[in-house]
Structure formats: structure tokens, C-alpha cells
């Protein structure tokens, strides 16, 4: 339920694989972000024409250094689809632009948590045993196509086996950091913290914004205010404002309700208006990653007891105490970022 809104979550890359396996596409040339789209059709290029002539530092997150090839490899996956796409003739030259800006963006984010995430690990001292390296580099061999090596795979990108058991040891290693955190969760400690405070069921109206400019985020939330200043004058009624206006395609045509709601089920922001909200209150604009939103508690409902709940709903009531644990501590680590672009456009040759 509500997939659309669940805190992201923490994207390891324990497939360092995607190191590993992206390599099996041969590809000569390399791109990294730039600020901006690339124009794919400049001067009769394809988006896969850019060539950079060295790794360089991108940017730097609290003073450690991001390098150009980080990107790129990276960046392979999402080359290559947008690639099909422009070959296939599926996608407009606006569509190719706005997805790649899109994979762009993520997988600056992306860095930026990984990098993040690897200091923390060194400062909290969490090590990786050189065994496990080897068993996770033997388990990718595994996996291989016959008649590929890994050595193929590693130099076709410029790296070495040094180069590759760095990376999984890094990656290991913030494995090993998110396992901390979340260690002490327990079915019961998941039930107090999400069920015991019961449920709601919901309705809920959104607007988004993923992807657009201020002034057309600002229009959206004019849009917003003005359908609630209806609904609370009562031109409209908040159901038949949902089905009308809003963007989350999972709830508008059942009037944006949402049924049982546990805490923890919707992001943060959302959560804490639908366990403090007056029932039958439109209340306020809230603004999330994705967009706007308002709610209207409609029922609150009383716990489950924990003796009633099964092991696969304990099970699930965990995993998403995990998640919120997680994507919390995240949080903490990108409110006092020291974040400084240095070289993301490569150079003219």
C-alpha cells in the first residue's frame, strides 16, 4: 500500500555487481553528470559520442573527493537504456533529456550517500574481514557468462582486482554500519513503536512536483490551496476533489482514502500530520520530496494486539521499522553535508 510514497531506501550497490555486471556491455566511450541536460542531437552527436579524457574530481562531500569514473559506472545502465530508446524511436528528444537529468540526479544523490555512509563506517571503526571479500567476488564469478573473466570485465573499465576488492570491502562496510543500527529491532519494540499507536484510515489529494522547476512547484501548490480553500467552503467535497485533482493514481478514483493506516506507512511528513490530525479536519498543505499533499483523518482505529498479529504481519511491521530507522539516520547524516561541485563539466577537446 502506498508504494508510491515509501521512504526510500538505502541503495547499497551490495552489487557491486552493478560494478561488476554493467562491464559485460563494451562500451568505448564514457559520459558523467553534467549541470544540465545534454543536448542529444548537437551538431548530429548521439549521447553516447561524449568522451572524457580523464577521471577528475567531480565534486567533494565534506571534503572527500567524488571522481568522474565513480559516475560513469554508474551511469553505464541508465546510458544504455536511454540508448535503446533512441534507437527504438520510443522516446522524444524532451523525453530522453528529462529521464537522463532524472538518472543523473539519482545517482549524484546516490555518491553522495555512499560517500557519506563510508566515512561514517571508518569513524565508527566497523571493519570487513578479507574472507568475505573473497567470497563476495567469488560468488559474482559465479555468475558470469562461460568464457568471461572478471579481469575482462574489470579492465574493459579501467579498474584492476585491487580496484574492485576496494569497492566491495567499501560497500561491505556500510552493510555492515546499516546492520548496526538496526540490530535491536525486535517484533515486539517494531509493535510498540508502529502499532501500538493503532491506525487511521485516510483520505489524502496530491499534487507533484518530481522534476519541476520552482515556479511550476509554485503553481502546483497554488493549485493545491486553492482545492482546499474549496473543500473547507464546502464547493466541493474532499472525495470528489481527489478523483478530480489528484496525482496519486493508487487513491483518486476511491475518493484519495486510504484504509488502516499504521504509523510508518506514509513518509515522515505525512506521518506525523495523521497521528496528531483532528478527525474530519482538511488540514494544511505538506510538502514532500514527491509533491503536496493534504489529509483528512477520516477513523482512527484501535491495535491490534500482538498476541492477534501473525508472523507474517510481524514480520512486515519489522522490515518497515527498519526502513524508517535507516532512512532517519540518512537523514541525520545529509542535514549538516559540506556539499562543493569542482569539475562536473568535462573539459573541451
Known amino acids: 500500500m502506498f508504494d508510491k510514497f515509501e521512504n526510500k531506501r538505502i541503495m547499497l550497490i551490495l552489487s557491486a555487481a552493478a560494478a561488476f555486471a554493467v562491464a559485460g556491455c563494451k562500451r568505448d566511450t564514457a559520459t558523467v553528470p553534467e549541470k544540465g541536460s545534454i543536448d542529444l542531437q548537437q551538431a548530429g552527436a548521439n549521447l553516447f ?130 546492520e548496526s543500527k538496526i540490530a535491536d529491532v525486535t517484533p515486539q519494540s517494531a509493535y510498540d513503536e508502529l502499532v501500538r499507536p493503532g491506525s487511521v484510515t485516510t483520505s489524502h489529494i496530491f499534487l507533484q512536483t518530481i522534476s519541476l522547476d520552482e515556479e511550476a512547484k509554485a503553481e502546483k501548490k497554488a493549485e493545491l490551496e486553492r482545492i482546499r480553500a474549496d473543500i473547507i467552503e464546502e464547493k466541493i467535497t474532499f472525495a470528489d476533489a481527489a478523483k478530480m485533482y489528484s496525482e496519486d493514481s493508487e487513491s483518486k478514483d476511491n475518493g484519495g482514502e486510504y484504509e488502516k493506516v499504521l504509523k510508518g506507512q506514509m513518509p515522515p511528513e505525512l506521518d506525523a500530520a495523521l497521528f496528531s490530525q483532528k478527525i474530519g479536519e482538511v488540514g494544511e498543505i505538506i510538502e514532500t520530496s514527491y509533491g503536496y499533499h493534504i489529509l483528512v483523518v477520516n477513523k482512527r482505529h484501535a491495535p491490534t494486539f500482538f498476541e492477534e498479529m501473525s508472523d507474517d504481519e510481524l514480520a512486515a511491521v519489522v522490515e518497515r521499522n527498519k526502513e524508517m530507522i535507516l532512512d532517519e539516520y540518512i537523514e541525520s547524516l545529509l542535514e549538516d553535508v559540506d556539499f562543493e561541485w569542482v569539475d562536473l563539466i568535462p573539459p573541451q577537446s
Open 49 to 178: 559520442e561524449k568522451r572524457i579524457p580523464e577521471n577528475r574530481v567531480i565534486f567533494k562531500v565534506n571534503g572527500r573527493e567524488v571522481m568522474s569514473a565513480d559516475a560513469d559506472r554508474l551511469l553505464i545502465p541508465y546510458y544504455l537504456q536511454l540508448r535503446q530508446l533512441e534507437e527504438a524511436g520510443t522516446a522524444t528528444l524532451e523525453q530522453l533529456q528529462s529521464l537522463e537529468t532524472q538518472a543523473k540526479n539519482k545517482i549524484i544523490n546516490d555518491l553522495i550517500q555512499q560517500t557519506l555512509l563510508i566515512a561514517d563506517a571508518e569513524e565508527e571503526g566497523v571493519t570487513v574481514d578479507a574472507a568475505e571479500v573473497d567470497s563476495f567476488i567469488d560468488e559474482q564469478i559465479a555468475q558470469l557468462p562461460e568464457g568471461q573473466t572478471l579481469e575482462e570485465i574489470l579492465a574493459a573499465q579501467g579498474l584492476t582486482m585491487a580496484d574492485a576488492r576496494k569497492e566491495v570491502e567499501s560497500k561491505l562496510a556500510i552493510v555492515h554500519l546499516l
